[in-house]
């Protein structure tokens, strides 16, 4: 099956500073992604979808300045978290559709962000 | 926009022991149906999904799903499992046409007991 990474898998940061987080779509072209949050033992949210060339699509409540999202290439989303704080500490996961057209997703591994 | 709901939030059980964890789901629209698991601090693994056709769908490590449309259900289920099958299960939809991203259920963590 098509392999999604992420990277960092674990960042500590201190509040205030911002932190970019890394997916890539490593043999498979990606021309939309999806970034969810996950707290702890609850459920991933969607978050927004990362479309290649274009703005994201942030879902109702994400703030878009906080979480900057760029897809600089068919093969690269980044997610940068600005301005951290602990309430921003959480899992987040990206996926990315296969080419197939029933939607299924290749998830990466998560990044484990802690905000000090 | 669909919702996924799971009732269970946790299923204790003895290994060897069969298993079903349930899920039922609302949409105005036709959707894709998936069961994911995720092991501690990984991301998720597809395990099975439903597309059309037959209502029984097999997937790896032993699970399969058993879609209902009339109850709007997709429970999965294990005749027996194993230690290693402790995890979290996460039941999603998506639309079959239009966007592709998955709604998720809350999540049953199935704990396997020796």
């Known amino acids: 099956g098509a392999v999604v990474s992420q990277h960092p898998s674990r960042v500590i940061c201190k509040s205030g500073t911002s932190v970019k987080i890394e997916c890539r779509s490593l043999d498979f072209q990606a021309t939309t992604m999806f970034w969810y949050r996950q707290f702890p033992k609850q459920s991933l949210m969607l978050m927004a979808t990362?479309?290649?060339?274009?703005?994201?699509?942030?879902e109702q409540g994400v703030e878009k300045d906080k979480f900057l999202i760029n897809h600089a290439s068919l093969t690269l989303s980044t997610l940068t978290v600005t301005s951290a704080h602990p309430e921003d500490s959480s899992f987040y996961i990206c996926?990315?559709?296969?080419?197939?057209?029933?939607?299924?997703?290749?998830f990466g591994p998560g990044t484990r962000l802690t905000v000090l | 926009a669909q919702s996924v709901t799971q009732l269970d939030s946790q299923v204790p059980v003895f290994e060897e022991a069969p298993v079903e964890l349930r899920c039922n789901y609302s949409?105005?629209?036709?959707?894709?149906l998936f069961w994911y698991v995720q092991y501690p601090n990984q991301g998720l693994q597809l395990l099975l999904k439903?597309?059309?056709?037959?209502?029984l769908v097999k997937g790896i490590n032993g699970f399969e799903a058993e879609f209902n449309k009339s109850q709007t259900s997709f429970h999965l289920r294990k005749p027996s499992v194993h230690i290693s099958d402790t995890a979290e299960y996460f039941c999603?939809?998506?639309?079959?046409?239009?966007?592709?991203?998955?709604?998720f259920g809350s999540g049953t963590r199935l704990q396997v007991q020796p």
């Open positions: 990362s479309n290649e060339g274009s703005k994201a699509t942030y």
């Open positions: 999603a939809v998506s639309e079959s046409a239009g966007r592709r991203a998955l709604t």
């Open positions: 996926s990315a559709p296969g080419q197939s057209t029933y939607n299924e997703q290749f």
């Open positions: 949409s105005s629209v036709s959707v894709y």
């Open positions: 439903y597309l059309s056709g037959s209502t």
